[in-house]
């Protein structure tokens, strides 16, 4: 009898580290499936469909601009108070959305995984591409606002460090993966976590300078502005602002620790959601 030669052959990982990369680029399609998926199924039977895309950073930047910047004074940098927020909130959403969403992938698909093989690794990595279609969404949104108050006469300057913003998205992308996959890892055993994921984001935004710039936060509250200034998200953005606006708290330094920061999490979140894949089925 011939021997017969498999295209596939689905073993068991060998390491925790092992990836399956090219495992991951075959079922490539899949991806492209899982992220139109979740598109459609997100706005599914809504009124306004995409246009929530544009509502909600629009709403949140008019709470904002009205709580923070009207009735709390809060400095904005002489910028323009919406686009000083749209500028945080731009950014805050798309690592949140990676952060939130992911957190719950082993939970939300336990029937898929316990049913057919594909690299688990592709839900995440769906959560990452969709959300970045929101953001490019939103991010049109805040040049738009950008272009409005240019021509109204607003003062702002855009900067060399705007050259920054592939780096940046990627930082966000990677912080929210990493992250995700940790407290996915962790939910598959303690239940909780998924309860404390959305009120724990919502924290750390305001442990973030979403609302107020990194300076304000150094001279109001010097006893604890160096929680502020090591979150990982804080630089991202700062920078942010400072290559769009003219405006914020840059250093090599603080990307720099970002970058670290990003590259251990995603390194433990790898780690961890390799060994839980292994038998989650039988604990979610």
């Known amino acids: 009898m011939k021997n017969q030669a498999y295209d596939w052959s689905i073993e068991p990982q060998s390491s925790l580290l092992d990836l399956k990369l090219k495992d991951t680029w075959a079922y490539r399609d899949l991806l492209w499936l899982l992220v139109r998926r979740d598109f459609v199924s997100f706005y599914k039977q809504t009124i306004l469909g995409p246009l929530w895309f544009f509502i909600q950073p629009l709403l949140t930047t008019l ?15 002489g910028l323009p108070q919406p686009l000083f927020y749209m500028a945080g909130i731009t950014a805050w959403n798309y690592f949140a959305d990676c952060l939130t969403k992911t957190s719950t992938v082993f939970k939300d ?4 995984f316990g049913k057919v093989y594909f690299p688990r690794l592709i839900m995440p990595l769906s959560i990452v591409v969709s959300n970045l279609v929101r953001f490019g969404v939103q991010f049109l949104l805040f ?8 021509f109204t006469g607003a003062v702002f300057n855009v900067t060399w460090a705007i050259s920054l913003f592939p780096l940046i998205v990627v930082l966000m992308a990677l912080l929210g993966l990493g992250a995700g996959m940790l407290i996915s890892a962790m939910t598959t055993k303690y239940r909780d976590l998924a309860f404390l994921v959305t009120f724990g984001v ?13 300076s304000t936060a150094i001279e109001n509250y010097p006893t604890y502005s160096w929680i502020i200034e090591y979150n990982p998200m804080t630089p991202i953005i700062e920078t942010f602002r400072y290559g769009f606006l003219g405006q914020g708290a840059f250093s090599w330094a603080a990307i720099g620790y970002t970058t670290g920061i990003t590259l251990v999490v995603l390194l433990i979140g790898i780690v961890v959601f390799n060994k839980v894949e292994k038998n989650f089925v039988d604990t979610v």
């Open 109 to 112: 698909n336990a029937n898929i």
């Open 143 to 150: 040049l738009m606002v950008m272009a409005y108050y240019y």
């Open 63 to 77: 709470i904002f601009t009205f709580v923070f910047g009207n009735l709390a004074g809060i400095s904005t940098d």
């Open 202 to 214: 919502q924290l750390l935004m305001y442990a973030t300078t979403v609302i107020y710039p990194l």
